[in-house]
């Protein structure tokens, strides 16, 4: 089971947005962060907890193991303002669970 | 570029049986590991099942095993997901999704298509 805070982030266009994902029992470094805009598909923001997939600006970041994960999205702007999913990898059996989601709305 | 392409989806009635397909363009298929992932009106996404890039390996929600059965064909770049005894919370927009790096599992999805509505309803 995954969990993340808060629900809703409302923060200002260059501020920083921290925002947190929790498993249930340890997965390791096995997690990704993805961003979703309205209507389209999720996009793949970090994986391993903390390695930027291509293109990712350097804005984003990622921390965290075991089951304790943070996603930071420095000097926030425009184009930031989505909802971020964080998602585990379970190594054995391979499985994989979506969380709830983090809304980062415009202060 | 790399693409996928959703197909398939539709209007079924509980208790019917569905075939979704996605066609991959732009790179090795045979090399990545791939995802379908759902999506219901309004919810976030939940992951359905996996295959391993040579299609020997085969991963399923726990929720949804017995139902669904993921396949691909890699001599024509296709992924299937057949879908049965469908009901009603299987509403949900269907996205095939590959994986970040090449012959693993869990490097993220970095890839996905439009998705395909898959609706459920009497």
């Known amino acids: 089971v995954m969990t993340q805070s808060p629900a809703i982030l409302s923060v200002s266009p260059g501020e920083t947005a921290t925002l947190s994902c929790r498993a249930s029992q340890s997965v390791g470094g096995n997690l990704a962060w993805y961003q979703q805009k309205p209507g389209q598909a999720p996009r793949l923001l970090i994986y391993s907890a903390s390695t930027r997939a291509t293109g990712v600006p350097a804005r984003f970041s990622g921390s965290g193991s075991g089951t304790e994960f943070t996603l930071t999205i420095s000097s926030l702007q425009s184009e930031d303002f989505a909802v971020y999913y964080c998602?585990?990898?379970?190594?054995?059996?391979?499985?994989?669970?979506f969380g709830p989601g983090t809304t980062v709305d415009l202060k | 570029q790399v693409q996928l392409v959703e197909s398939g989806g539709g209007v079924v009635q509980p208790g019917e049986s569905l075939r979704l397909s996605c066609v991959g363009s732009g790179f090795t298929f045979s090399t990545y590991s791939i995802h379908w992932v759902r999506q219901a009106p309004g919810k976030g996404p939940e992951w359905v099942a996996v295959?391993?890039?040579?299609?020997?390996?085969?991963?399923?929600a726990e929720s949804l095993k017995g139902r669904f059965t993921i396949s691909r064909d890699n001599s024509k770049n296709m992924l299937f997901l057949h879908m049965s005894n469908l009901t009603v919370e299987d509403t949900a927009l269907y996205y095939c999704a590959r994986e970040n790096l090449a012959y693993y599992f869990g490097s993220g999805s970095s890839f996905w298509g439009q998705g395909t509505l898959v609706t459920v309803a009497s």
């Open positions: 295959v391993s890039y040579d299609g020997t390996r085969t991963y399923y």
């Open positions: 998602e585990q990898y379970n190594n054995w059996p391979p499985l994989f669970t």
